[in-house]
């Protein structure tokens, strides 16, 4: 990462590392290769750790980021 933030980075069971930087991209990595397996700007520094949590069986994950919560589903 060229920038960095304090916000913390999550990991999930599935392999998945979730984590943002101060250019406002959040991010989702394949923790055993390393790889980008997806990218969203919102639009400033994500200013939370992420949070990912389950309902009726459907994965969330949630990042604090420029004054608002945004929420994202995972993949099946």
Same mark, same amino acid.
Do not use: C, H, Q, S
């Given at each position: 990462m060229a920038n960095y933030t304090e916000s913390g980075i999550l990991s999930t069971a599935s392999d998945l590392v979730f984590a943002g930087g101060q250019d406002g991209n959040f991010f =989702?990595? /394949? @923790?055993?290769? +390393?790889?980008? *397996?997806?990218?969203?700007? *919102? +639009?400033? /520094?994500? =200013? $939370?750790?992420?949070v990912t949590y389950s309902i009726n069986g459907k994965q969330y994950v949630v990042v @604090? +980021?420029? $004054? =608002? *919560? &945004? =929420? &994202?589903?995972l993949p099946n």
């Open positions: =989702a990595l /394949n @923790a055993k290769t +390393g790889e980008r *397996l997806w990218m969203v700007n *919102l +639009g400033g /520094n994500i =200013a $939370g750790g992420p @604090a +980021g420029e $004054g =608002a *919560l &945004f =929420a &994202f589903t």
